[in-house]
């Protein structure tokens, strides 16, 4: 009997703390907010819009998600391929698209020329953009389908897939600036994002470099070396539009997110 009632007991316990993660899982992203200690006027908000063509299931919104919010000074919301192939970002009047991670060639495919080009009209009028990792590779000039807003190229490229983990990065002074970062040296995460170098262009501008890899990832046959001083965080101007890339990951949980805050907000020009 009694090993019985145990069994019943033990059941009890684990159906309660079932239903517990269930309700956990599945809070809602309002409730999982997350407050930023960040060094701009929060009662100014930015209008942005977030890129996702996976109903706003994608890990990078809903990252993102978490923390643009009003009480850290935004507005954001999840735009569609078709939104931005609407006209959506200028009829609404956003400060700024943020193309997150996934896969560069995904997102071209799914935005279509019509896409891409709306977004080259977004930004050369004065909306901002924020590329992270495959938002970043679409932003270059390497592919037929690139967006061609930064004169940059990727290096290393045949070993893109060069694995994951954590690195260190070294900002510049510049960097330190407009990321509101007080120190030189941040940890953040790198998750196979493009290892950045100056194009040739002739019709775009150069960029200004706001961080460099100070160590690397160099798994699946990527040569040692080929990462650290390449550039993580740049920015620049397409048009009279604000361009801010990231190769890594600082939105995810390791952070540090003000780092990816105080460079949306930067993008988005409301503070000039």
């Known amino acids: 009997m009694s090993t019985r009632l145990s069994n019943t007991r033990m059941h009890q316990l684990w159906l309660s703390l079932a239903i517990l993660l269930a309700s956990v899982t599945t809070c809602p992203l309002s409730l999982q907010a997350e ?66 991670g996934g896969m560069a060639s ?3 495919t799914n935005l279509g020329e019509t896409g891409r080009e709306k977004v080259r009209e977004f930004v050369g009028q004065g909306g901002g953009y924020v590329g992270i990792c495959a938002g970043a590779y679409l932003s270059t000039t390497y592919k037929p389908w690139s967006l061609n807003l930064v004169n940059a190229r990727v290096w290393d490229l045949s070993h893109w897939a060069r694995g994951t983990g954590m690195v260190t990065l070294n900002l510049t002074d510049s960097g330190q600036s407009v990321l509101k970062s007080d120190s030189p040296q941040l940890e953040t995460y790198y998750g196979q994002g493009p290892l950045l170098m100056p194009g040739n262009d002739p019709q775009l501008p150069g960029y200004e470099v706001l961080a ?61």
């Not at 407050?35 to 701009?40: A, C, H």
């Not at 109903?55 to 954001?76: C, H, I, Q, W, Y």
């Not at 040569?223 to 600082?250: E, F, K, L, N």
């Open 35 to 100: 407050e930023l200690d960040l060094k701009f006027d929060k009662s100014v908000r930015a209008k942005v819009a977030v890129y996702c063509h996976s109903d706003g299931k994608s890990r990078g919104a809903v990252n993102l998600m978490k923390f643009l919010t009003p009480e850290n000074g935004f507005d954001a919301v999840i735009v569609t391929p078709e939104d931005v192939q609407n006209n959506r970002l200028s009829d609404q009047k956003f400060d700024v698209l943020i193309m997150p």
């Open 212 to 272: 460099s890899y100070g160590t690397e990832v160099a798994k699946k046959g990527a040569p040692v070396g080929a990462m650290v001083d390449s550039h993580a965080i740049i920015r620049t101007q397409y048009g009279t539009g604000r361009v801010i890339c990231y190769s890594p990951h600082p939105e995810k949980d390791w952070g540090p997110k003000p780092i990816m805050a105080h460079g949306i907000r930067w993008a988005s020009a409301v503070d000039k």
């Open 106 to 108: 995904a997102q071209a």
